[in-house]
T-cell receptor, first 118, second 117 residues
């Protein structure tokens, strides 16, 4: 089955600097890659996602890149702010091409704890 | 995005009792909901997929008789932890996906912190 790895496990940056979190996946058939932000005691919140037919996507200070050949995808946060401090999870999902179903699973990476120091 | 509400946000129960957690999609109909378990400082582990009108699909290693899932309507799924023990203490999170097709993101509830004493 799919396996998602994520690095680093912890990351501290100064306010205003950039933060980069990298993930790899094992199943080349995975075609949807969401990123979630989880604050303490809360559920994950989708912050950005990318599909396999796109190499890069940007939304204000957040960008995600995907390298299908290498099976790598990364999250880039620019101009970090203290409120960006949270745990970030990458994930991968495979949508079967032969049937449309909602039974596909989202496999999560182990998470990165980001601390933005004021 | 769509809103998924989970209730309660936290619960403390005695060992041996059962606890029910509700997951509601507030502004959309969800034919499929997912239940996750998260231990401190760990990732989310999928427990089961809840399908409206049919039996849930459990992940390997998850006891279906211990974690009862009922998806009674298009907006409500419940997870009942039966005969709870301290090792069941965890953060339980549900998610729901709009029935626009499989290639859509899922929205997560705020989670339920279960403590069994």
């Amino acid at each position: 089955g799919e396996n998602v790895e994520q690095h680093p496990s912890t990351l501290s940056v100064q306010e205003g600097d950039s933060a980069v979190i990298k993930c790899t996946y094992s199943d080349s058939a995975s075609n949807y890659f969401p990123w979630y932000k989880q604050e303490l005691g809360k559920g994950p919140q989708l912050i950005i996602d990318i599909r396999s037919n796109v190499g890069e996507k940007k939304d204000q200070r957040i960008a995600v890149t995907l390298n299908k050949t290498a099976k790598h995808f990364s999250l880039h946060i620019t101009e970090t702010q203290p409120e960006d401090s949270a745990v970030y999870f990458c994930a991968a999902k495979k949508t079967p091409s032969y049937m449309k179903t909602s039974y596909d699973k989202v496999i999560f990476g182990p998470g990165t704890s980001l601390s933005v120091i004021p | 995005g769509a809103v998924v509400s989970q209730h309660p946000s936290w619960v403390i129960c005695k060992s041996g009792t059962s606890v029910k957690i509700e997951c509601r999609s507030l502004d959309f109909q969800a034919t499929t909901m997912f239940w996750y378990r998260q231990f401190p400082k760990q990732s989310l582990m999928l427990m089961a997929t809840s399908n409206e009108g049919s039996k849930a699909t459990y992940e390997q290693g998850v006891e279906k008789d211990k974690f009862l899932i009922n998806h009674a309507s298009l907006t409500l799924s419940t997870l009942t932890v039966t005969s709870a023990h301290p090792e069941d203490s965890s953060f339980y999170i549900c998610s729901a996906r709009e029935p626009r097709g499989a290639d859509t993101e899922a929205f997560f509830g705020q989670g339920t912190r279960l403590t069994v004493v």
